[in-house]
Nanobody, 117 residues
Framework: QVQLVESGGDLVQAGGSLRLSCAAS??????????MDWYRQAPGKQRELVAV???????VYADSVKGRFTISRDNAKNTVYLQMSSLKPEDTAVYYC?????????WGQGTQVTVSS
């Protein structure tokens, strides 16, 4: 069993910042070797990839968040973060943490981010 618990979602004004956290526990193996992702899903839209961090620390971002969001990980705490700045109303969504562990995808329950204009 793998558990992913997201936190940090909130209501924020446009231009503001938030930091999301995703704590992993259970049968995660060596956390530093796992690829970790953040996805988001806005109402009426498909879930989309926001950012990825690979085992070596390299990262990939969706074009819509490049330069504004930063994904990072603390392997000692089995936690991945998403630092979000210059938030826009279109960033409003439920943000999900995803882990690829031994070839399987695991999801957290999601955390709501709402950006008001």
């Amino acid at each position: 069993q793998v558990q992913l618990v997201e936190s940090g979602g909130d209501l924020v004004q446009a231009g503001g910042s938030l930091r999301l956290s995703c704590a992993a526990s259970g049968s995660i193996g060596i956390f530093s070797t796992n690829t970790m992702d953040w996805y988001r899903q806005a109402p009426g839209k498909q879930r989309e990839l926001v950012a990825v961090i690979f085992r070596g620390g390299s990262t990939v971002y969706a074009d819509s968040v490049k330069g504004r969001f930063t994904i990072s990980r603390d392997n000692a705490k089995n936690t991945v973060y998403l630092q979000m700045s210059s938030l826009k109303p279109e960033d409003t969504a439920v943000y999900y943490c995803n882990a690829l562990i031994n070839g399987r995808n695991y999801w957290g329950q999601g955390t709501q981010v709402t950006v008001s204009s």
